[in-house]
């Protein structure tokens, strides 16, 4: 049986493209079952308190960090989405004299225009986020060497390339409203994949790369860090692959309850948990990584009872 097109945008693969049944299922979901959602290989973690979850945030890079040796430096890969660990993990740093002359950070991804990935003049730049919420308020002597913070750019080869410098100890992220990890959105719906969407290992031989982005992911990203001014998000970014993802010794997904929704949060870790890895939901794919942790903000959580404003 034929799936169906997407309800968002016809011409994409997405979650809505999914048998009824299993969207039905986690909609159902509440907390207590999100936490039984735990096994081998993929844990549940709450957090009460918002204090709470960020500070937990912040401190998976100072876990990454105080692992890095001149032998074998470390390092974590981070978000822009949410940001608000970042001012407390430079503050933390800073707390604990942590020397980062051997540690390394990788970010996500970075928006792309006209033929690049963007400068840091760019209102939305990654990186400058990245560099005023943290790495600028290090205190000098104890800093990052620039060579080790590493940026996904047009030409990947050299942030691709870094990940074989450093161990990569976690690879940190949110989740998008189409269900992403960094910009590893949905694939369009175009041959060969028009009938059904590429396999889980062919979408998992992508490494950084250009990608486009699913019109969700443009309205998300204008509503939560442009104001709603949907012109001003480009369409296109560079991401970190699949590829990259897996050299990471954990993924650690965080769930403050306003990236994505009250569905959405459920139904990934739905799939993950029961192993039904699927290219429309791309956050799915994890369900074939060794070592993932979902991270959720109880308050956050929410309902899926329908409720009219």
């Given at each position: 049986?034929?799936?169906?097109?997407?309800?968002?945008?016809?011409?994409?693969?997405?979650?809505?493209?999914?048998?009824?049944?299993?969207?039905?299922e986690a909609s159902r979901l509440t907390a207590r079952d999100l936490e039984k959602l735990s096994r081998d290989g993929f844990r549940v973690v709450m957090y009460d308190t918002l204090e709470d979850f960020y500070l937990a945030e912040a401190l998976e890079y100072i876990e990454a960090w105080r692992q890095a040796t001149p032998d074998r430096p470390a390092g974590?890969?981070?978000?822009?989405?949410?940001?608000?660990?970042?001012?407390?993990?430079?503050?933390?740093?800073?707390?604990?004299?942590?020397?980062?002359?051997?540690?390394?950070?990788?970010?996500?991804?970075?928006?792309?225009?006209?033929?690049?990935?963007?400068?840091?003049?760019?209102?939305?730049?990654?990186?400058?986020?990245?560099?005023?919420?943290?790495?600028?308020?290090?205190?000098?002597?104890?800093?990052?060497?620039?060579?080790?913070?590493?940026?996904?750019?047009?030409?990947?080869?050299?942030?691709?390339?870094?990940?074989?410098?450093?161990?990569?100890?976690?690879?940190?992220?949110?989740?998008?409203?189409?269900?992403?990890?960094?910009?590893?959105?949905?694939?369009?719906?175009?041959?060969?994949?028009?009938?059904?969407?590429?396999?889980?290992?062919?979408?998992?031989?992508?490494?950084?790369?250009?990608?486009?982005?699913?019109?969700?992911?443009?309205?998300?990203?204008?509503?939560?860090?442009?104001?709603?001014?949907?012109?001003?998000?480009?369409?296109?970014?560079?991401?970190?692959?699949?590829?990259?993802?897996?050299?990471?010794?954990?993924?650690?997904?965080?769930?403050?309850?306003?990236?994505?929704?009250?569905?959405?949060?459920?139904?990934?870790?739905?799939?993950?948990?029961?192993?039904?890895?699927?290219?429309?939901?791309?956050?799915?794919?994890?369900?074939?990584?060794?070592?993932?942790?979902?991270?959720?903000?109880?308050?956050?959580?929410?309902?899926?009872?329908?409720?009219?404003?």
């Open positions: 049986m034929a799936r169906p097109l997407s309800s968002i945008a016809p011409d994409w693969w997405d979650y809505t493209t999914l048998p009824r049944e299993l969207l039905d974590i890969c981070g978000p822009i989405g949410p940001t608000e660990q970042l001012p407390l993990v430079a503050r933390l740093v800073n707390a604990l004299e942590l020397n980062l002359r051997h540690a390394h950070f990788w970010g996500m991804d970075e928006w792309y225009m006209d033929g690049r990935e963007v400068p840091e003049s760019h209102p939305l730049s990654f990186a400058r986020t990245d560099k005023e919420l943290c790495f600028n308020r290090i205190r000098k002597d104890l800093a990052m060497p620039a060579a080790n913070l590493h940026f996904p750019a047009a030409d990947p080869t050299a942030y691709v390339r870094s990940y074989e410098t450093a161990r990569c100890v976690v690879m940190q992220g949110g989740q998008g409203e189409v269900k992403h990890w960094a910009f590893n959105d949905p694939p369009k719906r175009q041959a060969p994949w028009t009938d059904a969407p590429p396999p889980p290992e062919e979408y998992r031989k992508l490494g950084t790369r250009v990608v486009d982005l699913h019109p969700l992911t443009i309205v998300q990203n204008a509503r939560t860090s442009g104001g709603g001014n949907i012109p001003l998000v480009p369409r296109q970014a560079v991401s970190v692959g699949p590829v990259e993802t897996w050299k990471a010794e954990r993924v650690s997904i965080w769930h403050p309850g306003h990236h994505d929704n009250a569905f959405g949060i459920r139904l990934t870790a739905l799939m993950i948990s029961r192993r039904l890895p699927d290219s429309s939901v791309p956050m799915s794919l994890l369900a074939d990584h060794p070592n993932v942790q979902f991270n959720y903000y109880r308050g956050g959580i929410g309902t899926c009872e329908v409720e009219m404003h």
